[in-house]
């Protein structure tokens, strides 16, 4: 029954609307300053002529299309073709160019796990993030704890995301501290000899390009 | 740390690893910060081991962390 | 297991956040040095978006792309306009 709401107060709280469904909480909030702020400044950015309406709904709408799935795509292509996986190993940014992705000036570094090294990404200064590539961070990535945390204990966190791995294998932290970006090459997965790209992408999760997690297996 | 804007993390200060590539010139984020023009300043990433960062507190001392840092904040040794 | 969708006000911090740095308002490094300035306790206190728009806001008026006076003004006409953010949209 998709229609039914559960008569909790919380719903009370917001109200339902004329068809019974509640309304977007981040709308009917009451106005907060901080919203109040991005308000005036988008508007004044407006009529001072710095920038368009359009251009802003554009660039969400950009942001809004770049996920993880783009990531995937590059990676599965790595894992297909040997000389792409080599071109994207020298210039990450080039190769995600070379296959339609729109990343900006975006300097793009991609490094790559094997059966003895495993890499984790991390910026402790801000929350820097391949987003051109990937879209917008996952919120736990800008947290406080794993910024700190990362460059501290890797092997702790990585077991808290469920990565288990041996004391034999080298672990590469990765800060982002200036201009590059990273994303990371997860080693191919056991049994997917002959696999299309298509199905290969499937198994590269956002967090495998992060490093705290691995590709999965088919 | 000094007061300001630093693009040095706190944890990596007076710390010793070695290049490992160097990632050509960019404008120094510490003028950017400021509004001000900035030079172009060499940028390498450097490697260090988690035993120089933190000592027995490693938890395995041959893993490593990567940093990108600009040539100011370097000393050869 | 982010259980996030970014709200419209949100994205438009993001989106101003990209577009004025690649008009060259600002830096990134101006964005970062602003949100140091906030102090450690900031991050307890506010949330990513809103800390960013603080810090876009004041690179802009470092910028002199609009004062501190004409944005005041501005907040307080857009708290008369109506009690959520949706009603505070101008048209």
New interface residues.
């Given amino acids: 029954m998709p229609h039914d709401h559960p008569n909790h107060s919380h719903d009370h709280d917001h109200g339902l609307s004329p068809s019974g469904h509640p309304y977007r909480a981040d709308n009917d909030e009451p106005l907060t300053y901080w919203q109040r702020m991005e308000i005036a400044v988008r508007e004044l950015l407006i009529e001072k002529g710095r920038i368009t309406a359009a251009e802003i709904a554009n660039q969400i709408e950009v942001m809004d299309a770049r996920s993880p799935a783009n990531g995937a795509a590059v990676v599965a292509r790595a894992w297909s073709d040997p000389d792409f996986k080599a071109r994207l190993l020298a210039d990450a940014g080039a190769a995600s160019r070379e296959m339609g992705f729109d990343i900006g000036p975006l300097?793009l570094i991609a490094v790559e796990n094997t059966d003895t090294t495993h890499n984790l990404i991390v910026c402790?200064?801000c929350s820097c993030y391949p987003r051109n590539l990937l879209g917008l961070p996952p919120d736990w990535y800008k947290t406080r704890e794993y910024r700190s945390r990362a460059?501290?204990?890797?092997?702790?966190v990585l077991r808290e995301f469920g990565v288990n791995l041996p004391?034999s294998t080298?672990?590469?932290?990765?800060?982002?501290?200036?201009?590059?970006r990273y994303i990371i090459l997860p080693a191919r997965p056991a049994g997917t000899d002959g696999m299309a790209e298509p199905d290969l992408a499937r198994l590269v999760t956002r967090d495998a390009m992060i490093g705290t997690g691995l590709a999965r297996t088919p | 740390m000094p007061p300001?804007?630093v693009?040095?993390?706190a944890?990596l200060r007076g710390k010793q690893g070695v290049i490992e590539r160097p990632?050509g010139a960019?404008?120094n984020?510490?003028q950017?910060?400021?509004?001000l023009v900035a030079d172009k300043k060499p940028?390498y990433?450097v490697r260090f081991t988690m035993a120089e960062?933190?000592g027995d507190?490693a938890?395995?001392p041959?893993?490593?962390?990567?940093?990108?840092?600009?040539d100011h904040w370097l000393e050869r040794l | 297991m982010d259980g996030h969708d970014f709200a419209l006000w949100e994205k438009r911090v993001d989106a101003l956040m990209v577009l004025c740095g690649a008009k060259g308002f600002?830096?990134v490094?101006?964005l970062?040095?602003a949100l140091?300035d906030m102090g450690e306790d900031a991050f307890e206190k506010h949330s990513y978006y809103e800390r960013w728009i603080a810090a876009v806001n004041q690179n802009l008026v470092?910028?002199g792309i609009y004062s501190l006076e004409e944005l005041g003004t501005r907040m307080e006409e857009i708290a008369a306009r109506g009690p959520t953010y949706g009603a505070a949209q101008d048209g």
């Fill in positions: 300097n402790t200064l460059v501290r204990e890797p092997r702790a004391d080298r672990i590469r932290v990765h800060d982002s501290t200036a201009d590059m | 300001g804007h693009r040095a993390p944890y990632l960019f404008h984020p510490e950017l910060a400021y509004g940028l990433r960062l933190w507190a938890e395995n041959e893993d490593t962390l990567d940093a990108e840092l600009y | 600002f830096t490094d101006g970062r040095r140091e470092e910028a």
